[in-house]
């Protein structure tokens, strides 16, 4: 097993830049994936409403971080978002310190596709998994993150 991209992973040439609803964060990333990465969890679906849609780059600049509040969600990851408005505006995976950006927060240019899917087994019954992409469950996932070494705490 790997943990390696099952493939070559488009990048955008010019950073991206995001914010909150209200404009008290900004988030630019560079080098940003052009796919999204979607997780059918419960917590994300607590959390949002519904799935989670998040990009990733490989820097951030983040600005307005006195707005900012970081709740930690699991023993694997923290949740940030804005106290002004309630924009929630990342995931951090933190065995990696990997940040997951709210797709939304951006004005993504056309094209993205999906990287993957994950904790399928989660998802509602009240939407379809239409478009084509890689899909994991938890149980899938876990596995994943344990044999690539990785562990909460
Ligand atoms: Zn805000
Ligand atoms: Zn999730």
């Known amino acids: 097993m790997s ?20 404009g008290a964060v900004s988030i630019t990333v560079t080098a940003m994936q052009a796919e999204v990465d979607i997780c059918h969890c419960a917590m994300c679906q607590r959390w949002g409403g519904a799935f989670f849609a998040g990009v990733k780059g490989e820097g951030a600049e983040v600005t307005g971080e006195e707005a900012i509040t970081v709740y930690r969600s699991s023993p694997w990851a923290e949740r940030a978002f804005c106290g002004t408005c309630g924009s929630n505006l990342w995931y951090e995976f933190l065995p990696t310190k990997g940040r997951s950006f709210l797709a939304g927060l951006f004005d993504l240019p056309p ?11 989660e998802k509602p019954d009240w939407y379809d998994i239409l478009q084509e992409s890689p899909m994991k469950t938890g149980p899938e996932v876990i596995a994943e993150a344990m044999a690539a070494g990785l562990s909460p705490d």
């Open 111 to 121: 094209g993205f596709g999906i990287e993957q899917q994950i904790f399928v087994d």
């Open 3 to 22: 943990n390696a991209p099952t493939h070559e992973t488009p990048r955008l040439a010019e950073p991206v830049a995001g914010r909150c609803l209200c």
